[in-house]
């Protein structure tokens, strides 16, 4: 009896046990050996117990049924403990692994700290999911709680790494995970069935020169492959860079979409079929402009592409991964030997084209001069040239600046006014730039431009005035030229009366037309729609039945009568009976066409008409009252 | 029988429609100036501010504002009222330069020129923006976007366009017709704002604080009068009634009152 009643008790306890995901006899608790995780009143039992990571559910239940039978301490589920695992050992280089944290028995948990592991990325953990059990021990019911931290880890480069030991802060109470080992490997299938390479990038450049970094990336056609995300950890943020406005898409190409970093989507060139390894290979295009905001070195991490195939349900079949090494770029600083002093940071190849609104001017006269700047380069980052300050310009007073910038050019507009009668040109603007290709700094110039400058009566020149600061002044005074007569209204009498009558006039007409009948009634709009519907049925005819059929429509509809009333009738007859609705000459006119209408038919093969006697006819019937 | 009377109605309709639009653009225009020959080979003014003489410019704008009034169209007086505020601005007076341009814009309210002066010369005068940026700012600056004839023609063509859509109501009838009239009238009424906000002005004399340390507002125009409220620079008040040196104020909040003549600005020229 106290075999059976023992063995009965445990079966009913295995029984509570199997409803709540219990695996006592799988964690650790500070009065087992410590195995998969540690905890501050950790005891060495003399028997080893089974790890977290590595006990199947089953055998939770299986270690449970036991636990009557077996010491009492072996399960103790008051002491919080904490256990990591990742979801593979071994993961492809490029792809990801699922690092778990599950912290047991405990009401709050938070980790503190997240080690930095070198060529590990490690992305930062949520929230955590919580799970809440009952389960009775011993005749007691016990409550147990289990938070789950999740997050992924990517390696950086093929090699073995070990995920560092987690602190967190359990109940108020630090405890650490153990460190965990992660082997990445070249994904080899992955690098034979796709690739992804950087085709173009300078490898030298200068501070403040913008570069266009061209990558190329595909994979094999034949594979069926329905899914691809680039994972460029440089995209959208290169310390030392800012990235400039993309290049202009080419008319024509093929365009498709494709994440980024699984944060963005983005659109890429795709060129066509390449072949390579015998293979054709389907490849994408990708340009990206930077300009380079300081000396130094630019790393451009390991670049990949993963690929694969996902079935009809969305769920990702195969998974394969192709990589690019990491690039380095170098930032050279503008060299200090031979800047001049007035260089204000242009980076590149321009030209410059200059022009003036007019040449003809008084002296003290508002000239708008443009500068035209284009080229490669840093074309809208670098500060325009101060005329003011050059002794070129000694004879001109300046009013202000404005500038414009164009789709690939930046054109800048001074405001300037000769001083003094003795100008005969506008000197040339003088642009400082530095040419990466030649190393050196260069000067470009626009041509001078000669004016005319005439004396005011009774002065020679302008006086010297506080004028105020360059770039901060009013617009200049405006002449009796500048300004036209203003628009003439109609008058307020007019807009009154056209208020009054227009409202007026439509009640008076629309009272007068409705008094025979509702203009929208559905008759009328029948009848009025007829001549429209016929010219449509004529436009498709192909033959005099198709006509006379729309002819018929078009009758019945002018007569508001069902649609085959006028199949087969006497039109001259009908007029007799109704000559209020149609005049003998037109009831002739019709009777007329029908009659040919009805011998073409029936006796001339079917040949038509021709829609415009027909709607001439119609037309005439129309006028005549039908 | 229908059609034909539908056609008449319609013609008359129609010839009643065209009436009105010749009716509208042959009615007298609305009071205009008699034009001076504006387009003077040479400004005096203009020549003494080149010549750096600010105050030979102002005097010679001055005077043929002052005489023009009646006879100058308000694009050129709206000029003069500009290069005005341009000398006060010279002479280091932002707060009259402010009132200059605000004066001018009342007249051409879309000049760009005269609009950057303004915000600079407010910006110089410790004053916030003419064009706050809000809703109630941009629908003042529409509303007062067109002059006055403008408006007119802008209700006449709003108008003319509600009549060829109940002349369709009228003849053709149908929901969708009756929905475009509606519309139509609700054209009328937004075309109508800007002609309406104009004849609400037409009789304004607003004035401009133009004094750094603003104006006391006094029950009576005396200086030793009690002070009833104070106006801030470059806060704007509206005339009630003047007397020798002194104006009446209506302001936007507190009691009426008056200011001294040389602290405000007249903006109606």
């Not at chain 1, 070990?162 to 650490?176: A, F, N, Q």
């Not at chain 1, 996902?310 to 990702?316: E, N, P, V």
């Not at chain 2, 009549?163 to 053709?172: D, M, P, T, Y």
Request: proline share 7%; hydrophobic share 40%.
């Amino acid at each position: 009896m106290n075999r059976r009643a023992s063995t009965l008790r445990g079966l009913a306890l295995a029984l509570l046990g199997a409803l709540a995901p219990l695996a006592p006899a799988a964690t650790t608790s500070p009065s087992a050996a410590p195995a998969a995780a540690t905890s501050p009143s950790a005891a060495p039992a003399a028997t080893p117990v089974p790890t977290y990571a590595s006990v199947p559910a089953s055998a939770s239940i299986r270690a449970f049924a036991s636990a009557p039978s077996s010491a009492p301490a072996a399960v103790q589920t008051d002491q919080p403990s904490v256990a990591a695992r990742l979801s593979t050992g071994v993961v492809k280089l490029g792809g990801r692994a699922q690092l778990e944290i599950v912290v047991e028995n405990a009401s709050t948990a938070r980790i503190v700290e997240v080690p930095a592991a070198d060529g590990l990325a490690i992305a930062p953990f949520g929230q955590p999911s919580r799970q809440q059990s009952m389960f009775s021990y011993n005749g007691r019911v016990q409550t147990s709680v289990r938070l789950t931290f999740v997050t992924t880890v990517r390696p950086g480069a093929e090699g073995e790494y070990t995920i560092p030991p987690i602190t967190l802060e359990v109940d108020g109470r630090p405890l650490t995970t153990r460190a965990l080992p992660l082997k990445a490997v070249v994904d080899v299938q992955g690098e034979d069935f796709g690739f992804i390479e950087v085709v173009e990038v300078p490898e030298v450049v200068y501070d403040g020169q913008p570069f266009q970094l061209v990558m190329r990336f595909g994979f094999d056609a034949g594979l069926g492959v329905n899914r691809a995300v680039l994972h460029l950890p440089w995209w959208g943020e290169l310390p030392g860079t800012i990235a400039l406005e993309d290049p202009p898409r080419a008319l024509g190409g093929d365009w498709i979409e494709i994440a980024v970093n699984r944060t963005e989507t983005i659109q890429v060139e795709e060129t066509g079929a390449e072949e390579r390894d015998g293979r054709p290979f389907r490849t994408f295009w990708l340009r990206k402009n930077f300009m380079a905001t300081r000396p130094g070195t630019l790393e451009l991490p390991t670049s990949y592409l993963e690929f694969g195939r996902t079935d009809r349900l969305g769920r990702a079949r195969e998974t394969w991964y192709a990589h690019e090494e990491p690039i380095a770029i170098e930032v050279r600083a503008l060299p200090e030997e031979g800047r001049p002093y007035d260089y204000t940071n242009a980076v590149g190849s321009f030209t410059a084209q200059a022009s003036v609104d007019r040449r003809d001017v008084d002296v003290g006269e508002s000239i708008k001069l443009s500068v035209d700047y284009s080229g490669e380069g840093n074309l809208e980052w670098f500060d325009p040239p101060d005329p003011a300050r050059d002794e070129a310009f000694a004879d001109f007073r300046f009013y202000g600046r404005t500038e414009r910038k164009r789709v690939d050019s930046r054109r800048v507009t001074w405001d300037l006014a000769p001083r003094t009668t003795a100008v005969r040109e506008i000197p040339p603007v003088r642009l400082r730039v530095f040419d990466p290709e030649l190393g050196a700094y260069s000067t470009v110039a626009t041509e001078p431009i000669p004016v005319r400058v005439r004396a005011i009566e009774g002065g020679e020149g302008l006086a010297e005035t506080s004028a105020a600061e360059f770039g901060l002044d009013v617009r200049d005074v405006q002449g009796p030229a500048a300004v036209s007569a203003p628009i003439q209204g109609p008058g307020g009498r007019a807009v009154g009366l056209a208020l009054l009558l227009v409202p007026a006039l439509w009640l008076a007409g629309r009272t007068a037309v409705r008094r025979h009948g509702e203009p929208d009634a559905p008759e009328r709009r029948r009848r009025r729609a007829a001549r429209r519907r016929l010219a449509r049925g004529l436009a498709g005819a192909r033959s005099a039945s198709e006509e006379a059929r729309a002819l018929h429509r078009f009758l019945a509809d002018r007569t508001l009568e069902p649609e085959g009333a006028w199949i087969g009738r006497d039109a001259r007859a009908w007029q007799r009976e109704h000559a209020e609705r149609l005049g003998a000459d037109e009831a002739a006119a019709l009777a007329e066409l029908l009659a040919r209408l009805d011998e073409r038919v029936y006796a001339g093969g079917d040949e038509p008409l021709g829609a415009r006697e027909v709607l001439g006819v119609a037309d005439r019937v129309c006028r005549g009252g039908l | 029988m229908l059609g034909k009377a539908s056609r008449r109605c319609g013609s008359v309709l129609i010839a009643l429609l065209a009436s009105l639009v010749v009716l509208g653009a042959s009615a007298p225009p609305g009071p205009t100036p008699r034009d001076e020959t504006t387009i003077a080979v040479r400004d005096a003014g203009l020549e003494a501010y080149r010549a750096g003489d600010l105050e030979g410019a102002a005097t010679a704008w001055r005077e043929r504002l002052e005489r023009g009034r009646e006879t100058l169209h308000a694009n050129e007086r709206a000029r003069l009222c500009y290069d005005l505020g341009n000398v006060a601005y010279r002479r280091g007076d932002e707060l009259a330069a402010v009132g200059w341009y605000t004066a001018a814009l009342r007249l051409r309210p879309r000049d760009a020129d005269t609009w950057a002066n303004l915000e600079l010369a407010r910006s110089e005068a410790g004053l916030p923006p003419a064009d706050r940026g809000d809703l109630a700012a941009t629908a003042d600056r529409l509303l007062f976007a067109f002059t006055r004839g403008e408006s007119e023609w802008l209700l006449l063509a709003a108008v003319l366009a509600w009549a060829v859509v109940l002349a369709g109501e009228a003849l053709r009838g149908g929901r969708a017709w009756r929905v475009a009239s509606l519309a139509g009238l609700g054209l009328v009424l937004v075309a109508a704002t800007p002609r309406v906000a104009h004849a609400l002005r037409a009789d304004d004399d607003p004035v401009l604080v133009v004094q750094k340390d603003g104006a006391r507002v006094r029950s009576e125009p005396r200086a030793d009068a009690e002070a009833v409220s104070a106006l801030e620079p470059g806060a704007e008040a509206e005339v009630l009634d003047r007397l020798p040196d002194w104006v009446k104020v209506a302001t936007p909040d507190g009691p009426d009152g008056w200011v001294r003549e040389r602290d405000v600005f007249p903006l109606r020229w």
